[in-house]
């Protein structure tokens, strides 16, 4: 069952027909979505795409220009509830953000303050937050020092100081090389398993989206194009033309086939489109958008003897859906709303 | 204090910062008058012009006149130089510390990528204004008192001999100290803070605060052409001016401050 539709969707934040414009730059156009307590929630979409300005009016750094923002009920747009809102909100901002003239334990101290964390319980929760993300043995380092996976980790950690409710992720492992990006994720990750936070990530990483969120808002040009799990959102445009039409499906061969792609089109059934890889070892098809998933899987089967006729020898068949990339270049790049 | 405090941990750990603050002053405030005015005496000494009476040698404008009065021509070269002529230096101290350390803090701030997350606290618009402030003023006025201490130290090491008393500090200097001194620091404080939201960068946010040097640099040509003299009564003007600029500049500052604009200049 969809998450929003679900009896115990409680939602921490809310954004009702959102729009932000800068002079005559319309940066976010009538974005509505909600999010779920406990969720983890992705805003995916190119640079410029509208992400960083919507984080932004959540956390009440800018006004929005139409519609509102709620944020575990109170709108942004009461300005009395500038304090009450930042408190509850733990801000990754896209770069580290980080005092670098200041130690990591310093840089942890000053944002508890800045949060009203109570003074004789900031000594032991900055000790705990630099324990959980492996940085106790350079607290007293100042952070200028630190390679950019650990300035990103002191962020998180700054982030966490105060026990917010929503933690506010702006492109997370953006400008990280593989291994800290690996190492941040899987921080995020045990972050969100936790239970205790609201995540609403942005990012335009794919990896990212797809390992991390229960639910994705695809955005471009400030405006929501499709939202829901992954699934969900290839289960919506089922019968759209994506170039996965049907499925494809991938059959890998012992041996080279002599066999033209054009020759074998015409051989298999139900197959748009036959392509072989340049070592003419694997066969990727692709099926017309009429059939089903048991129609194909039949298809596939007579797509098999029909190869063995020809004399192929097989090792092995793939049914491949569309990945998470194949949704975000047919949404995004396609400008196409998904409802 | 919250924000006083974690900018004067970052002042203290930055070498950039804290050379020109220390170093300029000095040199400007010690060096400059100390070589510009002992030097000349010790070399004219024992020439027997130097013990003449002022009178007979000198034309001073009236107030001068009156500070210097019984003096030989030595001495009053002396205190009117030592005294007088470059007490102007030393309004230039906390203007040129406060700029370097106020140009950081936004303008700062916002070159390192560091402001978002500080506009997204809970902090005030007043507790962030104020601590910007407060941070760059209160070295301002230690630096201009720790170099004035020093020049008044040499200068009256150097010229007790000739005068068998102290001559600074004097009323005028303390006028300067602690009543002038502290109004510049905060118009130039309150002016670079305000600059500093709104611009990208340290560079421009001191080169507009620099602006604040063309008065001083005003009264220095009018000293050293006669036009103006930085008598008490001259001071107590430039004083009372300089707190209607400062309210202004305060005023202008908590009403022109927006987290808004000073994001949208990142």
């Known amino acids: 069952m969809p998450l929003q539709s679900r009896s115990d969707f409680v939602p921490a934040i809310e954004l009702k027909n959102l729009g932000k414009s800068f002079s005559s730059f319309r940066a976010i156009e009538g974005v509505t979505l909600n999010v779920g307590r406990g ?15 919507t984080m932004r009016i959540i956390s009440c750094l800018l006004a929005p220009s139409d519609g509102d923002v709620l944020v575990n009920g109170k709108s942004v747009r009461d300005s009395k509830n500038r304090v009450d809102i930042s408190k509850e909100i733990g801000l990754l901002t896209e770069s580290p953000n980080i005092y670098e003239r200041l130690t ?50 002191l962020a998180i950690a700054r982030a966490l100081v105060h026990r917010p409710s929503i933690l506010l992720l702006d492109e997370p492992t953006a400008s990280l090389d593989a291994e800290s990006a690996k190492t941040i994720r899987a921080q995020i990750s045990d972050t969100a398993k936790s239970g205790d936070h ?18 994705i808002a695809f955005i471009n040009h400030g405006r929501v194009l499709a939202i829901g799990s992954e699934s969900e959102v290839s289960e919506k445009m089922k019968g759209e033309r994506t170039g996965w039409e049907g499925g494809r499906v991938t059959i890998t061969l012992i041996d080279s086939t002599e066999v033209s792609e054009e020759r074998l089109a015409k051989l298999i059934v139900g197959a748009k489109s036959v392509s072989k890889n340049v070592d003419r070892r694997t066969i990727e098809l692709c099926f017309e958008e009429k059939y089903s998933d048991e129609e194909i899987d039949n298809l596939t089967s007579k797509a098999v003897n029909t190869l063995v006729s020809t004399g192929a020898r097989i090792t092995g068949v793939v049914q491949s859906k569309p990945t998470l990339e194949d949704l975000y270049l047919h949404i995004v790049a396609g400008e196409k709303k998904v409802s | 204090m919250l924000v006083f405090q974690k900018d004067w941990l970052e002042i203290k750990q930055s070498k950039q910062l804290l050379v020109p603050i220390f170093v300029l002053p000095i040199l400007m405030v010690v060096a400059l008058p100390v070589i510009a005015v002992q030097i000349p005496v010790l070399l004219l000494s024992g020439n027997g012009s130097g013990n003449t009476p002022l009178s007979s040698t000198l034309t001073l404008p009236f107030e001068l006149s009156s500070l210097t009065l019984g003096m030989t021509a030595k001495q009053a070269f002396v205190y009117s130089m030592s005294a007088v002529f470059f007490a102007p230096f030393t309004m230039l101290v906390p203007l040129i510390v406060s700029s370097i350390i106020s140009s950081d803090s936004f303008a700062g701030e916002k070159e390192r990528k560091t402001v978002e997350a500080l506009l997204a606290s809970p902090l005030s618009d007043m507790e962030l204004l104020l601590g910007k402030t407060l941070v760059s003023f209160v070295p301002a006025m230690l630096v201009t ?23 600074l500090p004097n009323f005028l200097w303390i006028l300067i ?13 309150g002016m670079t803070v305000i600059v500093s939201t709104r611009v990208s960068g340290t560079r421009e946010a001191q080169q507009v605060s620099g602006l604040l040097v063309i008065p001083i640099i005003a009264l220095l040509f009018g000293q050293t052409t006669g036009v103006v ?38």
């Open chain 2, 229 to 266: 003299l930085l008598g008490v009564n001259t001071l107590l003007i430039v004083l009372a001016a300089m707190i209607i600029l400062d309210y202004t500049i305060l005023r202008i500052g908590v009403r022109l401050f927006n987290r808004e604009r000073i994001l949208s200049k990142l």
């Open chain 1, 104 to 153: 990591a334990e310093q840089n942890l101290i000053f944002f508890a303050r800045a949060y009203g964390v109570p003074e004789q319980g900031i000594q032991d929760r900055v000790t705990s937050l630099l324990e959980e993300f492996d940085l106790e043995d350079r607290r007293s380092e100042r952070a200028v020092a630190f390679s950019k996976g650990m300035k990103q980790k």
């Open chain 1, 198 to 215: 609201t995540v609403l990530l942005s990012t335009h990483n794919l990896d990212d989206a797809s390992r991390l969120c229960d639910r």
């Open chain 1, 39 to 53: 969720e983890v929630f992705g805003l995916l979409g190119p640079n410029g795409a509208g992400k960083t300005t």
């Open chain 2, 145 to 167: 008192i720790i170099s004035f201490a020093i020049y008044a130290g040499v200068t009256d090491y150097l010229d007790y001999p000739m005068f068998g008393y102290a001559i």
């Open chain 2, 177 to 189: 100290l602690f009543g002038i001194a502290p109004a510049f620091a905060i118009a130039a404080t």
